[in-house]
T-cell receptor, first 112, second 112 residues
Framework: GQQLNQSPQSMFIQEGEDVSMNCTSSSIFNTWLWYKQDPGEGPVLLIALYKAGELTSNGRLTAQFGITRKDSFLNISASIPSDVGIYFC????????????FGAGTRLTVKP | DVKVTQSSRYLVKRTGEKVFLECVQDMDHENMFWYRQDPGLGLRLIYFSYDVKMKEKGDIPEGYSVSREKKERFSLILESASTNQTSMYLCASHAPGPEKLFFGSGTQLSVL
């Protein structure tokens, strides 16, 4: 099945820097989700977006649902060492609640 | 909080062995999923179940089967393990309402 195009694949940043990552697809999605996976753990939901154009924040995290419904981005401001992990975008297709597609992930490394 | 428990964090098996990966959720969710996670490929859906004894193939079901005899338990079976099934396996449970998946901590399977 079609996966989402997530970029960048990895990032190495200094503590305090801002981070931006995005996902795109040729298909429309009803819902966009952003997950974080800590080493040795399963992904945990960070932000869920339900409407085109929606901009949602969760602490230092901000995510947007693209107006075309084919893309989303996640920003992390003022990064800290515990932001380290793999970030996944996921999109839920229309008409099928079980059809969730995942990006390949962005591996974030934060240097103190 | 939803708890999704995978019985093993690490497994090492030999080629040709029959392997069982177990997953239990404690929130009476109807939908449960098995994904595998590989570097650069993200999460790919193997099978999902929307009710007891009901199952549907995901994107990569070949070489796998599943069992859902009780609502809280969803098992992934590798009938004859092969080296290309070495991967991280993630179980997830689906909450009603807003589309969200709750993941277990994963089972890292190595097939030698």
């Amino acid at each position: 099945g079609q996966q989402l195009n997530q970029s960048p694949q990895s990032m190495f940043i200094q503590e305090g820097e801002d981070v931006s990552m995005n996902c795109t697809s040729s298909s429309i999605f009803n819902t966009w989700l952003w997950y974080k996976q800590d080493p040795g753990e399963g992904p945990v939901l960070l932000i869920a977006l339900y409407k085109a154009g929606e901009l949602t924040s969760n602490g230092r995290l901000t995510a947007q649902f693209g107006i075309t419904r084919k893309d989303s981005f996640l920003n992390i401001s003022a990064s800290i060492p515990s932001d380290v992990g793999i970030y996944f975008c996921a999109g839920q297709r229309p008409l099928n609640n079980n059809d969730m597609r995942f990006g390949a992930g962005t591996r974030l490394t934060v240097k103190p | 909080d939803v708890k999704v428990t995978q019985s093993s964090r690490y497994l090492v098996k030999r080629t040709g062995e029959k392997v069982f990966l177990e997953c239990v959720q404690d929130m009476d969710h109807e939908n449960m999923f098995w994904y595998r996670q590989d570097p650069g490929l993200g999460l790919r859906l193997i099978y999902f179940s929307y009710d007891v004894k009901m199952k549907e193939k995901g994107d990569i079901p070949e070489g796998y089967s599943v069992s859902r005899e009780k609502k809280e338990r969803f098992s992934l079976i590798l009938e004859s393990a092969s080296t290309n099934q070495t991967s991280m396996y993630l179980c997830a449970s689906h909450a009603p309402g807003p589309e969200k998946l709750f993941f277990g901590s994963g089972t890292q399977l190595s097939v030698l």
